[in-house]
């Protein structure tokens, strides 16, 4: 193979232009494609800027012709020439005005022909992908997104140090608590059978250090999570974590809306137009049936629950009386473009939200109803419905009956699969708002208590204090806030409980005894005796937002070296299996259970 041997790099295959005509440069890189024509040998060079064509001609270096036939694809090869006019220029590549003619030729590594293209549109599984990741990477829209997500973090650091606050680390070995999600586990050598976890979040850290007086705090940091995955999730993430003292939580949303407003205007120049809307989780759980309503386009829901009280449709009438409920959205002027067989798709989708199905209506001439429910309504109920559902011709209405809670998953499931199948989901399209006054808590179906919407360290609105441990724990508002983009939570955040007796009436809210508490959170407790100031915070997902920015929908697509949906790397085989000798370290032994 050839060295460098003192060769360096004067450009990058990208960045050469008209301006660079007659100049001498040395460019080194991957080989994309090379084409042969006889006396002349065309080679396009790629490195992260972009691609370049060289040219290897006989008459200006034979030498470098003859090791440019030799040239595969994906060649690591340095080369020095002379910028020219291109004779047929290609207008799709920005270097499309100018070549190469080069005159020294270095192969600093050859390569085997890789498992899978360097191309964008290779169509590989993602599995493969995700095997030959270094590979993948070379790619041109994983290299931007990439970049764009390194743009991000420095314009995170710039705008939240210009604002006073500072970057300060915390823990990865942390001890276990109870915050939502599993923890993962790591176990100490040194204190035989007892355990670190690696952190959800730096929650209680960043807490305490508005408790030490650093005012205000951020870090870019990542977080673990032993949960199950989707496309916009991973066991390992990162978060842009932040803490206010002295301040509330309109404080925190406008200082971190001013940040999302940079970070688009100079990454992708879209304005956002500031203050974002704020919408109650009450509002968006009504209007949309989700904590992140997409807001590109409407098929708001509709409650119909009084109409139909009395009806013949027992499926609706029984909902209505059982105090569940019948809501409905109307696809306004999309009627004839749903089939049976599409709306019973469409069903079935909603009947993996736990729906028992989906009743529906197609609205025709002078409000002429088709539906095999339409015969269970009298004139009078189909009027009522229609004008609730402010429906006119062409419109499809569509309704599920349950609990509100399955009403809510179910149909704003429908809801947004009906906005994909439209093409509604325009994803050069920003759509941002405030979700406000969450739940405190949330009834866990399992255990069937209640457990921390958020987190325990959620402060309750004021006026909801008092009813803490005596009222209806249900009815129970937090000051919290999620910042919602094209329907993702992009990041979330709380007034804190700064006051120890009002941490105390919290924990015991959630069931924990005083010995449990100080168990888990003792040391929590112990600093909020010497002066804890009022204080608030938020965390972006830095990977969902990069996803968002980067026009993809997948998370995989930002982040370098993800796991697969099996929390597995496929290109290092992790998680794997540790040797005895480590596990006898640690007092470990490891029992596997039966394998299904």
């Not at 690591?76 to 100018?98: F, M, Q």
């Not at 030959?132 to 140090?161: E, H, P, T, W």
């Not at 429906?391 to 009403?407: E, I, P, R, T, W």
Request: charged letters at 30%; glycine letters at 6%.
């Amino acid at each position: 193979m050839d060295t460098l041997n003192g060769l360096k790099r004067t450009n990058y295959c990208g960045d050469l232009r008209s301006s660079n005509i007659n100049e001498e440069v040395v460019l080194m890189g991957w080989v994309q494609k090379k084409r042969n024509l006889g006396g002349l040998v065309f080679v396009d060079l790629r490195d992260r800027s972009g691609i370049c064509q060289i040219i290897f001609d006989t008459d200006v270096n034979k030498e470098a012709f003859e090791k440019a036939e030799k040239l595969g694809s994906e060649f690591v090869i340095a080369v020095k020439g002379k910028v020219a006019e291109r004779s047929s220029k290609n207008p799709n590549l920005p270097t499309g005005d100018i070549e190469i003619f080069a005159n020294e030729l270095r192969i600093l590594n050859k390569s085997e022909t890789p498992p899978i293209y360097i191309k964008d549109d290779d169509n590989v599984s993602e599995e493969l992908r995700l095997k030959y990741r270094y590979l993948d990477l070379r790619k041109s829209s994983m290299q931007k997104n990439l970049i764009l997500r390194s743009k991000i973090a420095n314009i995170v650091r710039n705008y939240l140090s210009d604002n006073n606050f500072i970057e300060i680390e915390t823990p990865f070995l942390i001890k276990p608590t109870p915050e939502g999600a599993r923890d993962y586990l790591v176990p100490s050598r040194v204190n035989q059978g007892k355990f670190y976890a690696l952190p959800q979040s730096p929650q209680l850290f960043k807490q305490l250090l508005m408790v030490s007086g650093m005012d205000r705090y951020f870090q870019i940091v990542k977080c673990f999570r032993d949960e199950d995955l989707r496309a916009d999730r991973q066991p390992e993430f990162t978060q842009i974590d932040c803490e206010m003292s002295f301040v509330d939580e309109n404080d925190v949303m406008a200082i971190m809306e001013k940040m999302v407003q940079v970070i688009f205007k100079e990454t992708i120049n879209v304005d956002v137009e500031l203050p974002l809307q704020k919408m109650t989780y009450a509002e968006a759980m009504e209007r949309y049936g989700s904590d992140k309503p997409d807001t590109r386009f409407g098929f708001e829901f509709k409650n119909i629950s009084d109409i139909v009280a009395d009806c013949g449709f027992g499926v609706f009438s029984n909902s209505a009386k059982d105090g569940k409920s019948v809501r409905g959205i109307n696809v306004k002027g999309h009627a004839e473009d749903f089939t049976r067989k599409q709306i019973t798709s469409l069903e079935d989708h909603a009947k993996t939200y736990k729906a028992k199905g989906l009743a529906w209506m197609k609205v025709g001439e002078n409000r002429e109803v088709t539906s095999p429910i339409a015969k269970f309504f009298t004139e009078d109920e189909i009027t009522a419905i229609l004008d609730r559902m402010d429906a006119n011709s062409g419109d499809l209405l569509l309704f599920v009956a349950d609990k509100d809670q399955v009403v809510f998953d179910a149909l704003g499931q429908v809801r947004l699969e009906v906005g994909r199948r439209l093409g509604l989901m325009d994803n050069s399209v920003y759509k941002m708002l405030w979700v406000t006054e969450f739940p405190v808590f949330e009834e866990d179906e399992e255990s069937k208590r209640f457990v921390a919407k958020h987190h325990p360290f959620t402060s309750p609105m004021d006026e909801d204090v008092d009813k803490l441990e005596d009222g209806d724990k249900a009815s129970l508002r937090a000051k919290a806030y999620d910042i919602v983009i094209n329907g993702y939570e992009v990041g979330g955040g709380s007034v804190r409980i700064s006051n120890a007796e009002l941490q105390q009436k919290m924990f015991r809210a959630l069931g924990f005894s005083q010995e449990e508490a100080n168990e888990k959170f003792g040391f929590l407790i112990d600093a909020f005796k010497y002066g804890t100031p009022p204080h608030a915070g938020i965390a972006f997902g830095l990977d969902r937002l990069t996803m968002i920015l980067a026009g993809t929908t997948n998370i995989k697509d930002v982040i370098a070296f993800p796991k697969n949906q099996s929390a597995v790397c496929p290109m290092t085989n992790a998680p794997a299996v540790a040797e005895e000798v480590q596990l006898e370290e640690l007092s470990i032994k490891v029992e596997l259970g039966e394998q299904e």
